[in-house]
């Protein structure tokens, strides 16, 4: 496992150094210049695109063919690439929200926003491995575009809306309605989580099933 772990952040040092400093400083400056939270939460769902894209390169090397050749599992080829994409996309989340603090912008309703984004992100992956997998890395592209515009900068917009609407809510009896919306947000956040945590299991065991036809 430490192996392919090895291969695949080599293949995003190598590949794709130049974009990811591209994406940090970009979106950095524009955070801390315009001290708009959204392009943080735009940073944080795209971060985890780049892991997925690194099976278009093993696909080109014919990387399957050789990992046919060595002692791994199917699931641990899969297992691989699933794990570097919570890890990248847990750095992505990390980075925004030293970001939007140090704008000066942060507080509870942008972490929660950064955290939903991170999600998105890492169920984005989630739908797009196996069909990259089942399909080829070329066909999945136009999959690709539909799952970033359809669902990445949609969820960004809506949870930009929704804080901009909390923000402008009257602040009457605000201590009772506080401690509602707190139990809420806690339990809406559990639930989120442990939803992508099974999502990205199922996920995780379709992808594994299609990557073990392909090797027979």
């Keep these: 496992?430490?192996?392919l772990l090895y291969k695949d952040i080599s293949i995003m040092t190598r590949s794709f150094k130049g974009n990811i400093l591209?994406?940090?400083?970009?979106?950095?400056?524009l955070i801390l210049v315009t001290r708009e939270a959204y392009l943080a939460y735009a940073m944080t769902a795209v971060w985890g695109?780049?892991?997925a894209s690194t099976i278009n390169y093993d696909e080109q090397a014919h990387w399957d063919a050789y990992a046919a050749t060595l002692p791994v599992t199917p699931g641990q080829v899969i297992g691989s690439k699933y794990l570097l994409c919570a890890a990248s996309t847990a750095i992505g989340a990390v980075l925004s929200l030293a970001l939007v603090f140090l704008a000066g912008v942060g507080g509870a309703e942008y972490t929660l926003g950064i955290l939903a984004c991170a999600e998105v992100s890492v169920l984005m992956n989630a739908l797009l491995m196996p069909i990259t997998y089942r399909f080829g890395a070329a066909k999945s592209r136009a999959y690709l575009m539909i799952i970033v515009f359809a669902i990445v900068f949609g969820a960004c917009f809506v949870a930009q809306e929704i804080l901009q609407n909390r923000m402008l809510r009257d602040s009457a009896n605000m201590d009772i309605a506080l401690q509602s919306q707190t139990a809420i947000v806690v339990g809406a956040v559990a639930l989120s989580l442990l939803l992508t945590a099974v999502l990205y299991a199922i996920s995780y065991t379709v992808c594994v099933r299609i990557y073990a036809k392909k090797e027979k």
């Design 1 to 3: 496992m430490k192996g």
């Design 22 to 29: 591209l994406l940090m400083a970009l979106y950095g400056v």
């Design 49 to 51: 695109i780049y892991v």
